[in-house]
């Protein structure tokens, strides 16, 4: 008995003891693990300090120029590069809003240049006109003419007083939001019209090298979109009889509304002036040998408006006839000497040669190129029919 109750606490003093050289072993392995991970923390923070101290040291490259947001790359400071439709024998062009924007830049005494785009563009709002100046684009018609006013300080409306700028205003708006469609809805039902009253080539029109049957079908379904937005419009749901007495209605405000003056509101053409000229002259230009009701009413009832066109046109078009006839984009600009046309047109006769040297040259690599790879695929197709017949030996 005494032998048992002696020996029970030796045996958990050791217990004891063994417990508290475990503990301590632990927290020695805790404390070399935190050693570690400082250690660790400032190597890495050394680390990121000397690469950022090498990041640093390294000279920075210069950011890479934006590239252009224009068509025109290599633009001429405060030059307006103007993206309309092309030319007809009648008139400078089928739209209204182009013709807008050309007429107000021309008697705003702007130097403008067209480009000729063969038709590829269109704004970044997906219309026509728009206008590149300085690297920056201008779409729409109306923003175009209200920036370049404040750009370059030309107010063609400088001298109105308010209620003639609210007549103004009212006005353009009934052009634009309803006579103009009005316009619109005899256009789009009427192909044929169209084509021989502004003496169309639609080749050149729609910058297209295809069959006239080809053109004609793309160009009347083109015209059947155009009518269903006359449609969507509201006026294209009316009789043909009812929307011609719209247009009767429009003319006879704007025939009332200019009485026997030069201009809408004097001597000197406004904006409103613009914006009626280029939409009257669609109706009022219109060839005589085709029939359109609409112009013969206008001549008859209207005749002052007609007048209007011609003197617009004799204002801000004197080149109207050469235009027409040559269907110059830029008629307008002074022509180079003959000397540099004949320099111009050698450079072009040798970049053209160029050209066609080097697709000779690409020819021809092409073909030595398959010759070289049909010569290695009869290699090829010989070394497996030698095998083949080796292994059938065997």
């Known amino acids: 008995m005494t032998t048992e109750t002696e020996t029970k606490p030796v045996e958990q003093t050791e217990e004891k003891k063994e417990e508290v050289k475990e503990e ?4 020695e392995a805790e404390t070399n693990n935190a050693e570690e991970k400082t250690d660790d923390k400032a190597e890495k923070a050394d680390k990121e300090k000397k690469d950022e101290e090498k990041k640093e040291a390294k000279p920075k490259k210069e950011a890479a120029p934006p590239k252009p947001t224009v068509h025109k790359a290599d633009y001429e400071k405060e030059v307006i590069y103007l993206y309309q439709f ?50 920056e ?23 109105l007083t308010t209620e003639q700028r609210n007549v103004a205003h009212a006005t353009t708006s009934m052009i634009e939001n309803h006579l103009a469609w009005v316009v619109k809805s005899f256009i789009s039902t009427h192909p044929g019209e169209l084509l021989q009253g502004f003496k169309v080539n639609l080749q ?48 006879k405000v704007l025939s009332d509304l200019l009485a026997d003056k030069p201009f809408f509101f004097g001597d000197e053409p406004t904006t409103l002036d613009v914006v009626a000229f280029a939409n009257l002259v669609q109706v009022a230009f219109m060839d005589k040998e085709v029939s359109y009701s609409l112009r013969d009413w ?42 540099e ?32 790879d ?13 095998e083949k017949e080796k292994e059938e030996k065997k």
């Open 24 to 27: 301590v072993k632990k927290e």
């Open 86 to 135: 092309t030319r007809t024998p009648v008139l400078p062009s089928l739209s209204p809003y182009c013709l807008k924007v050309e007429t107000w830049l021309r008697l705003a005494g702007l130097k403008y240049e067209n480009v000729d785009h063969k038709m590829k563009f269109k704004s970044k709002k997906g219309q026509l006109p728009f206008v590149e100046v300085n690297g």
């Open 137 to 159: 684009e201008i779409a729409d018609s109306a923003i175009i003419i209200k920036e370049l006013t404040a750009r370059y300080n030309c107010d063609l409306d400088a001298h």
């Open 204 to 251: 050149q029109a729609l910058q297209m090298n295809l069959p006239q049957f080809v053109l004609n079908f793309l160009f009347k379904r083109k015209l059947k979109s155009a009518a269903k937005k006359v449609r969507a419009h509201g006026i294209g749901v009316h009789k043909p009889e009812e929307i011609e007495e719209f247009g009767h209605n429009d003319l």
């Open 298 to 339: 206008m001549i008859e009832h209207c005749s002052n408006l007609v007048d209007f066109c011609n003197r617009v046109k004799d204002r801000a078009f004197p080149d109207w006839e050469e235009m027409c006839a040559n269907l110059d984009l830029n008629s307008h600009l002074p022509k180079p000497p003959k000397e």
């Open 341 to 372: 046309e004949k320099k111009e047109e050698t450079e072009e006769k040798e970049e053209k040669e160029e050209d066609k040297k080097d697709e000779k040259e690409k020819d021809d690599s092409e073909k030595e190129k398959s010759q070289k």
């Open 374 to 386: 049909e010569k290695e695929g009869e290699k090829e197709d010989n070394k497996k029919a030698e």
